[in-house]
């Protein structure tokens, strides 16, 4: 016997959740395009999809956001900060690529300057993750060591039931445990048998890739330039992936006001690493692309020993030239290291 | 009662035609709205959608851009590049859902102080009448909202 | 399978006879109805190349990368009849020299892959000519009906609701053959003509300067439209814009390599029912 939650009663679920402060948050489709937004009814919920397009990074770091507001009167100079919005919220129906996206992040955000932006939101936030029955070619979270049912970043694991009816609840946190307590009455015990998992197939071997990324010879490798001669250096993979965090401060206003904004930045536009003299350090998209992949497999892990990439898969999903990490890893693993 | 809404009008004028006309107007003593701003540049040609959009986002409730009557632009043909311009641009903001009234294009001479006059009491009566333009500065103002989520 | 295997045996022949240093085509994708772009440089590679209904992106933006054209070796590229239109733009705008460009032209109409008659941008004139009198049977978008008899505040409230979506990725403008500005408007901040940031106002000036570059160039591959990652409908935008100057200054865009830009060329008699 395990506790599971039925999808009957899911309803009732969002309605004492909201009425415990909550703001319910999930996979929603909208507009010919999904993400996780914000509902009032579980009717709102689209759980049926492999994972929405857009990634839950938005939800703590979202593509622009105001920091300060400044104002200019003759000598005086006066500023006002944005403070994050407060109140708790539950992510529901959230991918394990999604939630160890945001696990992986943590310690970027967090390494010397705490950035408050994000942990704000963080701390009020319960993600409640649904590990994975179905998957689609593009899935590679198993490539990546992780699994469609990992718990990593998730405060909640729940797994589906063979009948489709309802979860298994696994608590994994105290914030977690809080959010279900409130639920409680509606939680079961029942012995149904869960539904089997996704299978997802192995890409690659990721030690091997690794290995030929950290040798610094491969670094000036011809590779990289036959790689990424079709990218077009759109940001597209970088602003749908879950764990890509690379961010511009702007200042939007004029001599007398302004705003100060957070907006995401990718390192696939030629603009990213420009100059002010006009030198371009990364001068060409293969410079680039290679950036991003020595960055989410090499580098990152240097500094905070996990690998930037949950295996999510969408920036080959979505990628206007069929790119992604899938097949340059892939790649990567057939050439002697 | 509410105040008399007084729009915020920016025009985008000529310094050959349009502004010697503006200057007709000032210099006969003709009397026109006080809505109106004017920007100064050397040829309609030179009068760049980016200006348009400028400002609206700065705020304007309405623009006008005026030149030269064809066949007059000193530099020969620069207002018949800008009319393609404005065909284009204004059909543009149209389907944008930008009503064509707040956007208004004319050709107005040296020697038209009287049609300049009489043009901005009537632009400045239109868009009075459209009332500020609200959508524009929702989006103006949703830049300056904090974060929601 | 035929038009396949003839332009692989062509490819082979140019390659092989040193004729073009390259051609830029389509190669099997990450899944079985998804195509990739592909640059083949020898005999060897040209079996890579395949040809059928799913051969949709256009390419002719690859070939005004940096330094690509400038050898003024040959290349030849698989292309659509837009894709003839865009390299006619491009040779128009004096972006590329068409003589260095060999075109394996090619149309499909459903599963069937037929091979376009012609090898220089120069010999698709008529045929591009006789899209523009009689445009294929594909009905206007219902969508541009509907936004048409909308009014202007709900029209407003459409596209705003539309262009919320957007993160500014620009993967429309990378995507599109005519964007070829090595400093887009949007990159450039003195001065800064639009907010970079994508809040809804950013999103929103964005959008509109991106159509306007687009008017009277666009042909309608539809590469922005699939490139956007959060589905913004681009491709009503930009066949509004093509309609309005087909409609009012008779302009199909990329008609031939020699067709004047319609926003750099006027005619004295163009309409001004709009001006004051």
Known sequence: ?337 | MSELFEPKIIAFVCTYCTYAGADLAGTSRLKYAPNVRIIRLPCTGRISPMFILKALQKGADGVLVSGCHPGDCHFTHGNYHARRRWMVFRSLLDFMGIQPERVIFSWISAAEGGKFADLINTVTEDIRKLGPFDQYKELIRETEAPATL | MITQEKYRSKAKKLLAEGSVKMVIGYSPGSTPDRRRPVFIRSFDEADQLVLDSNCIANLSGYLVSEGLLSDEKHVAIFLRPDGIRSINILAAESQLNVDQIIIFGFDTNGNEVRALTGEHAGEFSEFIGSIKEHPPEKSRDPLLYQIEQMNPQERFAFWKDEFSRCIKCYACRQACPMCYCRRCIVDSNQPQWINTSSHTLGNFEWNVVRAFHLAGRCVGCGNCDRACPVNIPLRLINSRMAEEVLDSFDHFAGLNPAQEPVLASFKKDDSETFIL
């Not at chain 1, 009167?73 to 708790?88: D, S, Y």
């Open chain 1, 1 to 337: 016997m395990t506790r599971c939650l039925f999808s009957n009663k899911l309803e009732n679920c969002v309605t004492l959740w909201r009425s415990a402060g909550y703001s319910v948050i999930g996979p929603v489709r909208k507009d010919a395009t999904s993400s996780y937004a914000a509902v009032e009814h579980a009717a709102d919920f689209d759980l049926g999809m492999v994972l929405p397009d857009r990634s839950i990074k938005e939800l703590f770091f979202p593509q622009t956001e105001p920091m300060l507001h400044y104002t200019i009167k003759q000598q005086a100079i006066n500023t006002e900060e944005f403070t994050p919005p407060a109140g708790k919220r539950i992510i529901f129906g959230v991918r394990p690529c999604d939630a160890s996206g945001l696990s992986i992040d943590d310690p970027l955000f967090g390494w010397d300057y705490k950035d408050e932006y994000w942990f704000q939101r963080r701390n009020e936030s319960v993600i409640v993750t649904i590990a994975c029955t179905k998957a689609d070619d593009f899935c590679l979270c198993t490539s990546l060591k992780l699994a469609p049912d990992s718990t990593n970043g998730s405060d909640i694991l729940l797994r589906p039931l063979e009948n489709n009816n309802g979860w298994q609840v696994e608590e994994l946190t105290e914030r977690g445990r809080e959010a279900f307590s409130a639920i409680a009455e509606l939680l079961q015990e029942a012995s149904e048998p869960t539904a089997p998992l996704a299978v997802v197939p192995e890409m690659f071997n990721l030690d091997t890739c690794v290995a030929w990324l950290q040798n610094p010879e491969n670094f000036e490798s011809k590779f990289w330039k036959d790689i990424s001669m079709r990218c077009i250096g759109c940001g597209s993979c970088t602003y749908l992936c879950p764990t890509c965090h690379c961010f511009d401060i702007q200042d939007e206003g004029d001599t007398y006001s302004g705003i100060r904004r957070k907006n995401w930045d990718s390192c696939s536009f030629a603009l990213f690493t420009m100059h002010t003299s006009g030198h371009n350090p990364r001068s060409t998209q293969s410079a680039r692309w290679r950036q991003r992949i020595m960055h989410k497999f090499n580098y990152f892990p240097g500094k905070f020993s996990v690998n930037s990439c949950s295996g999510c898969g969408r920036c080959t999903r979505q990628c206007p030239v069929d790119m992604g990490i899938t097949e340059t890893l892939q790649k990567i693993s057939t050439l002697h290291p």
